[in-house]
């Protein structure tokens, strides 16, 4: 999904157990490691909940939101948020302890 949302459209992973997984897919050796050829994931659409939005759609979000619902956010094409609370544009925090740079949903 971090691919997916940065839009890499291939990126490489370390195949350290050689399992049935890498059959068929393109691997790659760099100084004697495996690595396996992988397509990024991009969803047509990502349903999140955050805790703060503002009307430019930054999202800040909290305690166990912030484990995937960040990369989910940014991988889907349309991005679709549950907020807690609605801001104003400049209202949010620009230093918080977590950030999410950039405009996540289009409000």
Not at 37 to 54: H, M, N, Q
Request: aromatic share 6%; net charge positive; proline share 7%.
């Amino acid at each position: 999904m971090r691919a997916g949302g940065g839009r890499y459209r291939r990126l490489l992973h370390q195949d350290r157990h050689r399992h049935c997984r890498c059959e068929g897919k393109e691997l790659k050796f760099f100084d004697g490691e495996v690595f396996v050829l992988e397509t990024g994931i991009v969803a047509d659409l990502s349903i999140v909940k955050a805790w703060k939005a503002d009307t430019s759609g930054n999202l800040v979000f909290r305690k166990t939101a912030r484990n995937f619902n960040p990369p989910a956010a940014t991988c889907g094409k349309i991005c679709v948020a549950e907020v807690e609370e609605n801001r104003a544009v400049g209202s949010l925090d620009p230093d918080p302890p977590h950030p999410r740079p950039g405009s996540m949903c289009i409000a």
